[in-house]
């Protein structure tokens, strides 16, 4: 055997077998190493699957992951509309705490859980509209709220001033429990009728706005045409005046002057 076959051989040898991935455990590599969700989008490329079969696959997963009865774990696999995440159980936070030196955070005011409650269960809503539910000035609540990342602005409603419309985040629903907004406990019928009642009130309060802005419009609009008319009149009168002017003065160029009358006697 020659030395070329013989060195081609022990590269054979050394050759890798190939690398196995088994999806739940990869799943779990990715979402531990992240930290944070992660997009069904994202998984579904890097498994090569479309996201509707990564997200039931992950969804079939989650039944079994969380089962305590399966295998007591210390952590939960919670699932979202858009993605997925390894979260740690809310059983074992004091011994998070401690062993990682991390300080309790304070707590969600009373005004704050108001503001939070108002806006989850009427998403978007404006401030204004929590102003009027919590009749009281609900800016420092909904800064605070902003700050923790719980709501957040997700978009602007379509009238005069534009103003800002917010909604819950996704960090809402991991510090909740919740996989969507669905799962929020049912509302009493008094705070639904409430709701509803100042709904009503600010569609109607925004379509007077709307009828007012409508009638400025109207007024402003005759009365340009109006400054536009009379304008056209002013300069009308003006040309006339000054035909008539010229008129005039032609008129009294052919009128014999005084000097007409000297008679040259030379």
Do not use: W
Not at 24 to 34: D, M, P, S
Not at 118 to 126: E, I, L, R
Not at 233 to 244: M, P
């Amino acid at each position: 055997m020659s030395e070329v076959e013989v060195k081609q051989n022990e590269r054979e040898e050394v050759t890798e077998p190939e690398r196995v991935v088994v999806f739940e455990e990869g799943l779990e590599a990715v979402l531990f190493a992240a930290g944070h969700p992660v997009s069904y989008a994202t998984l579904a490329r890097v498994f090569d699957m479309t996201p509707s079969k990564v997200k039931d696959k992950i969804f079939e997963y989650a039944i079994k992951y969380n089962d305590p009865k399966a295998f007591p774990r210390g952590v939960m696999l919670l699932t979202y509309a858009e993605s997925c995440q390894l979260c740690t159980k809310e059983n074992y936070l004091h011994e998070i705490r401690d062993a990682l030196g991390i300080r309790k955070s304070g707590s969600l005011s009373t005004a704050a859980m108001e503001t939070l409650a108002v806006v989850a269960y009427n998403q978007p809503v404006t401030r204004v509209f929590v102003d009027t539910i919590r009749k009281v000035d609900s800016s420092y609540a909904m800064n605070s709220l902003i700050d923790r990342g719980l709501i957040e602005c997700v978009g602007r409603l379509d009238v005069p001033g534009r103003p800002m419309q917010y909604g819950t985040t996704s960090d809402f629903l991991r510090c909740f429990g919740l996989k969507s907004i669905e799962e929020l406990p049912s509302a009493s019928e008094e705070l639904i009728n409430m709701f509803e009642k100042t709904r009503e009130k600010e569609d109607s309060e925004i379509q007077a706005d709307e009828n007012q802005i409508s009638i400025e419009d109207l007024e402003t609009q005759n009365s340009e045409e109006n400054t536009e008319q009379n304008s056209e009149e002013a300069t009308t009168e003006v040309e006339t005046t000054s035909e008539e002017s010229s008129e005039e003065n032609n008129i009294a160029d052919d009128e014999p002057s005084a000097e007409d009358d000297i008679i040259d006697v030379d």
